[in-house]
């Protein structure tokens, strides 16, 4: 029998060879239409060996032996060229899987490739992910960590790596602008890492709920919810611990890094609850300390797939176009350096009809219901505060002095100069005056109307 090589033997790969490796495409296998890696052998190579580098998984042996007819997998050719499928690429341990998408996101590879972003897409090492100002994708990786993307966002995928024998992570993400958020797996002590990068600073993790911001060539920020966070500094290389409740920003010129404590989460306990369509429109008291705030909506039947994110400069944020049903929002502040604060949650409900906040509209004279005449035999007099017969009856437009809620009913009478109506407008050919004794519906009202 023939010897298998170790798994840790060195593999002698050219540097375009290393480089092609990173080519790939970032869709869905069956979406996917990326080149395969092809791999110069040179003296020495064994199908072990590219399996090990390529796949991550040495086991993999066989499949490539398949795509490039059956070679002898210890005495590969030198000169000769052993295919690397994109479908073969796409399983190896690692990456990242889509398990949302909202709004316009968009992926790019480094080849130069791009597309919409789909659910159960499959994202590799050198992929990026642009969001529109609404969108919004989540990322789980080989370890379970999860990668929130926000908003007008930019990030790279420097490095998706995970081993299946030692159960090691080994992630490096880049953000360029906007904001992502991660909540990662416990980092057990086998040597895994994941860090997010951006031109200003770098944030190392071992297990924790962070976010980062990035705006765009002035400051870079973290924020720490539970855990701890390590910040370097680019420039400077200059360390600083976060700890949960605690926030870190580096300006561009700036040596070191501040930290400060982050802003409490905004009250929200008297916001109104039920909402009519065609918005969700809630606002709050202002947050002392804030120059703006973050929010975000879901169904609340589903683990946070965002449906809607943006800032607002203001303590009212608004989300249009969404389906009847029960949400989500959580709403955080968003001091001046850009450190965003402890956020909070309430539920809020989408219901038809006309959003509560929008004006009634004015009810024109056109807008009158005559009254039906009592049945023969049915007739009766009206209480003794009505002198006349009523003609019509609708929404007075008049303003009233009497307490909210209570009904504005104009009624046009004719025989009598004076006409009084308890708790409505009353009008006549001649006069007009009014009470003010609460009680009086609309129903009412038609009903005397209509019967003397």
């Keep these: 029998m023939k010897k298998i090589p170790s798994m840790d033997a060195g593999i002698r790969l050219s540097a375009w060879a290393i480089a092609a490796a990173c080519v790939f495409g970032a869709a869905a296998a069956h979406a996917q239409q990326a080149e395969p890696v092809r791999h110069l052998v040179r003296d020495g190579d064994t199908l072990y060996d590219l399996a090990q580098a390529y796949l991550e998984d040495p086991g993999q042996w066989q499949a490539l032996s398949r795509e490039n007819g059956n070679p002898n997998p210890l005495r590969l050719k030198p000169g000769s060229v052993i295919v690397v499928p994109d479908e073969l690429l796409r399983k ?35 992929d990026r992910l642009s969001t529109d100002a609404g969108g919004f994708a989540t990322l789980e990786m080989a ?48 040597g895994s890492r994941f860090q997010v990068d951006t031109p200003l600073m770098a944030a190392g993790v071992r297990g924790t709920e962070f976010g980062v911001s990035m705006r765009e060539g002035s400051a870079a920020t973290s924020d720490v919810l539970e855990g701890e966070v390590e910040l370097r500094v680019a420039r400077s290389g200059s360390t600083a611990r976060v700890a949960a409740g605690l926030g870190g920003a580096v300006a561009a010129d700036a040596p070191t890094a501040t930290l400060t404590p982050l802003l409490a989460a905004p009250e929200l ?64 502040g968003v001091d001046a350096q850009g ?15 006309p959003n509560p906040r929008s004006p009634s509209p004015r009810p024109t004279a056109a807008w009158w219901s005559r009254p039906k005449p009592c049945s023969a035999g049915r007739e009766r007099k009206a209480p003794s505060a009505i002198a006349c017969r009523c003609r019509a009856i609708r929404p007075s437009p008049v ?40 009680g009086l519906t609309a129903t009412r009202a038609a009903s005397w109307c209509a019967c003397r």
């Design 92 to 126: 190896k341990p690692g990456g990242a899987r889509v398990v949302h998408v909202s709004g316009g996101v968009r992926y790019t590879t480094r080849s130069g490739s791009t597309g919409a972003l789909e659910r159960d897409m499959r994202l590799i090492d050198g």
């Design 339 to 353: 450190i965003e604060g402890r956020p909070v949650t309430c539920r809020s409900s989408s219901r038809p009809g």
């Design 399 to 438: 303003p009233s002095s009497t307490k909210a809620g209570w009904p504005r009913i104009l009624m046009r009478c004719a025989g009598s100069p004076r006409a009084t109506i308890s708790g409505a407008w009353a009008r006549s050919s001649r006069a007009r005056t009014a009470s003010r004794t609460p």
């Design 269 to 332: 306990s008297g916001v109104q609850a039920l909402q009519r369509r065609p918005v969700i429109d809630l606002a709050f008291p202002a947050l002392a300390g804030a120059a703006s705030y973050r929010a975000f909506i879901w169904p609340a039947h589903t683990a946070e797939q965002v449906a809607g994110n943006l800032v607002t400069a203001t303590p009212r944020v608004r989300f249009a176009g969404l389906d009847d049903g029960d949400y989500v929002v959580r709403i955080n």
């Design 143 to 190: 370890d379970g960590s999860v990668v929130r993307v926000a908003g007008d966002s930019e990030l790279r995928l420097e490095r998706l790596k995970y081993s299946l024998t030692k159960k090691r992570a080994d992630t490096s993400l880049t953000l360029d602008k906007g904001r992502v958020e991660s909540r990662v797996s416990p980092q057990r002590p086998t």
